[in-house]
């Protein structure tokens, strides 16, 4: 199996062949467009609007075009944004086996219908809120969430980080930010005017770093005009909403 990209695509070939590989154990080769896999089936083409000859085509913004034949797979959009899209698509007509984030055995030959899709999205912005100052959730859960959303073509996470509940992000200059503002001893277990807690300490924060691992894991090419992103709201200037 090969995937045919220009550089401008070799980060969203990368992805998809590591998606696969992980999932069926296959060996999946890349190469250039200016070098063509010698093979005549097998081949998953990734185009960018103009490349083709006699192609005069234009797609808006994450759109694209996937055609699946007899011989190859075609994704065509008019950037690495509706490509990667392209391939979120070409996903979802596998076998669920191949969702595996590891493979247990090689998987079998895949067959695929012909079919042909050409889809764009309604809304620039299609986000997903995700409140981890109330009850936190590690980095690993947020790194899940990304690889999920983009499944469903989403392109933004919006990450509510400090409420008076708790504060996420370390700030330099104010260390107990996160030593205080990041821990309470317990949460409400039921509306605030029954008083009622569940006794049970709650709390975590982010490093410093961990934005970037956001952003690096939301944009798998490196070059998308708007993939998944972490959107973080808060202003080292405003209060944790406690004494510290």
């Not at 234009?58 to 950037?79: I, K, Q």
Request: glycine share 8%.
């Amino acid at each position: 199996m090969a995937i045919e990209a220009s550089d401008e695509l070799a980060g969203v070939a990368r992805w998809f062949r590591r998606v696969v590989e992980h999932a069926t154990a296959w060996r999946v080769e890349i190469v250039g467009r200016a070098r063509p896999s010698e093979a005549s089936s097998n081949v998953i083409r990734l185009v960018l609007e103009g490349d083709e000859d006699g192609d005069e085509r234009r797609f808006p913004t994450e759109g694209y075009h996937l055609l699946v034949t007899g011989s190859a797979v075609t994704v065509t959009a008019s950037g690495p944004a509706g490509v990667f899209y392209g391939l979120q698509t070409l996903r979802q007509l596998l076998p669920d086996s191949s969702w595996r984030a590891a493979v247990i055995e090689p998987a079998p030959p895949i067959e695929l219908m012909g079919i042909e899709v050409a889809d764009e999205p309604a809304f620039a912005w299609r986000g997903v809120h995700l409140d981890v100052s109330r009850h936190f959730m590690p980095k690993g859960f947020v790194l899940k969430l990304i690889d999920l959303i983009s499944v469903h073509k989403c392109n933004v996470l919006h990450l509510h980080l400090t409420d008076d509940q708790g504060w996420r992000m370390p700030v330099e200059a104010y260390p107990r930010l996160v030593e205080v503002g990041a821990w309470r001893r317990e949460s409400a277990a039921g509306h605030y005017r029954e008083r009622r807690y569940d006794g049970r300490p709650h709390g975590g924060f982010y490093s410093a770093a961990d934005p970037g691992s956001a952003e690096r894991k939301a944009d798998p090419h490196h070059d998308v005009e708007r993939s998944p992103a972490a959107y973080c709201d808060t202003d080292p200037t405003q209060r944790a909403g406690r004494s510290l």
